[in-house]
């Protein structure tokens, strides 16, 4: 039985992560979760699952959730400290990092230095501090294997092969909600049209991330740092049915994929039980009624997002740390509607701009560097 901390247990991951642990009750206990304010639908899930303690990031909330839940066996902490308290000491054996956005690196390192199984899901961790957690990992011998269904899709393949029989990886996209707009369409999108996704369901900012093409930018960088190639090897293809989830390519140009109907369950299931995979039915790929698997060229003056996300990558240092924490910023006001769809890249260009990049920062300069981005994007 295998112990599993579910961190954004409330989230669109978090929830997957809990249906997968419910259908494998002999293999899986959901032994610690968090949400960062949504405390009612923590509270089922407490009397659901019965965990030993959660963590309400808010603290008025953790509060209230205390009060709510004094008949149950639970404990109940605050705070971002919370988040730190749980990772480094409750009992588990797999770290699931379902929170959003910069807030997963801090707790994901505590996770690492207890040598546990991450399922990384917080890909933001890898962008602002790819190095310094792959390393961390190498020094912990902490596995890390990857929740995000293209690099699940691209670890899956590369099971039994070599890293340096990769000749490239090809990250497929779906295009989001704007594949088929022209540029001047999306100056007056809406928020409602920008969280109409074709094919996934998921978090509200990684729904933006997707129709900005920030999502797949960001998973650029996840890929260089979690699979440890050089910029040049790893390309994006659009491909709108999200039918293969990625590919490997090697020397011999022969290409590996992994094919499914998309459902997270299935890349956070094989990231719980890897090496094993255990008969499951979340999904059935029926190919003739499929029909076509069509693929495109990415538009890189349309989805600027995806541009800045490359030059950063090729930057390096901090640069992909205030990319991340300016398009945080954005796609936060874009959500509340205090900016246009378009003025998500030109806020990051401005911060990109104005801050300038460490090239071999250490860990305190790069939770520095975020909060500087922010404050400078606070007071502009
Ligand atoms: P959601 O927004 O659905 O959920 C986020 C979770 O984190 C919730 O539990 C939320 O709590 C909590 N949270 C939010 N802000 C904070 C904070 N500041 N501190 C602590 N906890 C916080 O996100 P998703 O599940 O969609 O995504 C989670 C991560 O997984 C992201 O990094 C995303 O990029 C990645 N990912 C998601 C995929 C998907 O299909 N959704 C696919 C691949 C990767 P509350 O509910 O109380 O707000
Ligand atoms: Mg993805």
Redesign the pocket.
């Known amino acids: 039985m295998k112990k599993i901390l579910v961190l954004?247990?409330?989230?669109?991951?978090?929830e997957n992560t809990l249906n997968v642990i419910d259908t494998f009750p002999d293999h899986f206990k959901a032994v610690g979760l968090?949400?960062?304010?949504?405390i009612d639908l923590l509270e089922r899930q407490i009397r659901k699952h019965n965990p030993e303690s959660v963590v309400v990031?808010n603290p008025g909330k953790a509060q209230i959730l205390k009060t709510k839940i004094a008949d149950t066996k639970t404990a109940v902490y605050s705070g971002s400290d919370g988040?730190l308290e749980i990772t480094k000491n409750s009992d588990y054996d797999i770290l699931v990092t379902?929170?959003?956005?910069f807030?997963?690196l801090a707790p994901t390192i505590e996770g690492i230095k207890r040598k546990k199984r991450i399922a990384l899901?917080?890909?933001?961790t890898l962008v602002v501090a790819g190095e310094f957690i792959i390393d961390l990992c190498k020094q912990y011998d902490a596995e890390m294997i990857p929740?995000?269904?293209e690099h699940s899709a691209i670890f899956q393949s590369l099971v039994g092969e070599e890293n340096k029989n990769i000749s490239k990886l090809i990250l497929t996209a779906s295009g989001g909600p704007f594949f088929n707009r022209e540029y001047n369409e999306l100056q007056n999108v809406s928020v409602k049209d920008a969280l109409n996704h074709p094919n996934?369901e998921?978090?509200?900012?990684?729904t933006i991330d997707s129709a900005s093409m920030m999502n797949k930018g960001l998973e650029v960088i996840e890929a260089k740092w979690m699979f440890n190639l050089s910029n040049d090897k790893i390309e994006v293809v659009i491909h709108p049915q999200s039918i293969i989830h990625s590919m490997v390519e090697f020397n011999d140009r022969s290409i590996k994929a992994q094919l499914s109907i998309p459902d997270?369950k299935l890349p956070i299931q094989y990231a719980l039980t890897y090496p094993d995979r255990l008969e499951s039915n979340f999904i059935e790929t029926d190919f003739p009624k499929l029909h076509q698997l069509t693929f495109f060229e990415p538009d890189l003056e349309k989805f600027r997002c995806l541009k800045l996300a490359y030059e950063v990558m090729d930057q390096g240092g901090t640069a992909p740390c205030i990319l991340n924490a300016a398009n945080e910023f954005a796609v936060e006001k874009f959500l509340k509607g205090s900016i246009k769809f378009l003025e998500i890249p030109e806020i990051i260009d401005s911060a990109l701009n104005k801050i300038s990049n460490h090239h071999t920062p250490d860990l305190e300069t790069i939770f520095e560097c975020d909060r500087k981005t922010r404050e400078f994007l606070e007071t502009r």
């Open positions: 954004g247990s409330t989230g669109s991951i978090g968090t949400a960062h304010s949504n990031s988040l379902a929170l959003v956005g807030a997963g899901a917080n890909k933001e929740v995000d269904s996934w998921m978090g509200a900012k990684i997270m």
